[in-house]
C-alpha cells in the first residue's frame, strides 16, 4: 500500500529541533535529506522549500506537494529496515523539479538508510 497518513507526517517543533540539532545529513541534488533514529511506530517524514529560491507561495507549495509524492512512491524501500526514522527533506534547487528527477533523488536518499 502507497499511501503517507497523517501518522506518518513529522510535525512536532521538538523532534524538529532535535533532527537539526543532533541529525545527520544525506544530500542527492536537489534534495537534502536530515535524519536520526528514533523510537516512533512508524518513519516520519516533513518537507520544506526555501522562501529564497520560491517567492510564490504557489511554487514552493508545489515543489513540496511533488516532494510528498515521490516519498510515497519510494518509501517502500526504507520501510523494511528494522529501524525508524524522523527525516526531513530540504529541497536546494533553483528552478521547479519534475517528479521523476525527484523520484531518482528521494530512491537514492532513503537507500542511503538501510
Do not use: C
Not at 497518513?5 to 542527492?28: D, H, N, V
Not at 518509501?75 to 521547479?96: C, E, H, I, P
Amino acid at each position: 500500500m502507497l499511501k503517507f497518513p497523517a501518522s506518518q507526517r513529522l510535525k512536532s517543533s521538538k523532534q524538529i529541533e532535535a533532527l537539526f540539532t543532533q541529525g545527520k545529513t544525506a544530500k542527492a541534488f536537489p534534495l537534502l535529506m536530515r535524519f536520526m533514529p528514533a523510537d516512533v511506530p512508524a518513519h516520519k517524514a516533513a518537507f520544506a522549500v526555501s522562501k529564497r529560491n520560491f517567492k510564490k507561495a504557489v511554487d514552493r507549495n508545489r515543489v513540496k506537494r511533488l516532494m510528498r509524492e515521490a516519498y510515497r512512491l519510494e518509501k517502500n524501500t526504507v520501510d523494511s529496515t528494522s529501524a525508524r526514522y524522523l527525516m526531513l527533506f530540504v529541497y536546494t534547487g533553483k528552478n521547479l523539479p519534475t517528479l521523476i528527477e525527484l523520484r531518482l533523488s528521494m530512491a537514492k536518499l532513503l537507500k542511503q538508510l538501510e
